[in-house]
């Protein structure tokens, strides 16, 4: 069993940045890959971002590359979400998960566990 908790969520510009934070417990950490998903109201859960365990290979969606980086500690059990240049369309409850494996997968079915979210709200 992981626990996440997702933070550093919150309102801000177009055009402004935001760091979300993800802080796991449970079992070692350093044994699963981490994604970063989000879902806006009335529509499905989309994926965002996805770090391997060791770090060292990650993958993102198209709409959010060259602007968001993703980030992991194993030493802390954290992983982040560095939110640059962010734009209205960002906006979405932001989700942490990990799965069993070292792949940056982008499917939500291949996750086993999830943080509650955290809101992130973009204005223009």
């Known amino acids: 069993q992981v626990q996440l908790v997702e933070s550093g969520g919150g309102l801000v510009r177009a055009g402004g940045s935001l760091r979300l934070s993800c802080a796991a417990s449970?079992?070692?950490?350093?044994?699963?890959?981490v994604g970063w998903f989000r879902q806006a109201p009335g529509k499905e859960r989309e994926f965002v971002a996805a770090i391997t365990w060791s770090g060292m290979g990650a993958n993102y969606a198209n709409s959010v590359k060259d602007r968001f980086t993703i980030l992991r500690f194993n030493d802390k059990n954290m992983a982040f979400l560095q939110m640059n240049n962010l734009k209205p369309e960002d906006t979405a409850v932001y989700l942490c998960a990990v799965r069993r494996g070292v792949g940056a997968v982008k499917f939500p079915a291949a996750y086993d566990y999830w943080g509650q979210g955290t809101q992130v709200t973009v204005s223009s």
């Open positions: 449970g079992r070692t950490f350093d044994k699963y890959a």
